[in-house]
């Protein structure tokens, strides 16, 4: 079910920045659990981050750890992705996503039931 509408992506060099972004409704920000997927054509969708609402507390990928950061704006209702250093295998389509129904947050796709459309990203080297 796609109710998010992300923005940011685009194309950019090799140890390059991007800056995605996710605004919500304030119910679905209020979910559990937030998170970014990627997936390039091909590949099942993978997650890349992941941030516990209520704790703040977050989660990343072994593959983007010390390069990216999930964040949140409790006054925007909007979930960030920062990415820097980015590299081409970076390159792929950028899914925000929110968990409605679960206290305790993963990164298994089938626990989010709300996604956005996508936002290409391409890093070229």
Known sequence: QVQLVESGGGSVQAG???RL?????????????KAW????????????????????STA???????RFTI????????????????????SAMYYCAADTAH??????VDRYNIW???TQVTVSS
Do not use: H, W
Not at 22 to 33: H, K, N, V
Not at 37 to 56: D, K, L, S, Y
Not at 60 to 66: C, P, Q, T
Not at 103 to 108: A, G, P
């Open 71 to 90: 964040s949140q704006d409790n006054a925007k209702n909007t979930v960030y992705l920062q990415m820097n250093s980015m590299k081409p295998e970076d």
């Open 103 to 108: 206290l305790t947050c993963s990164d298994y």
């Open 116 to 118: 956005g459309q996508g």
């Open 16 to 18: 390059g920045s991007l």
């Open 37 to 56: 997927f990627r997936q390039v054509p091909g590949n099942e969708r993978e997650g890349v981050a992941r941030i516990n609402t209520r704790r703040g």
């Open 21 to 33: 972004s996710c605004p919500m409704s304030e119910t679905t920000y209020l979910s559990r659990c």
């Open 60 to 66: 990343y990928a072994d593959s983007v750890k010390g």
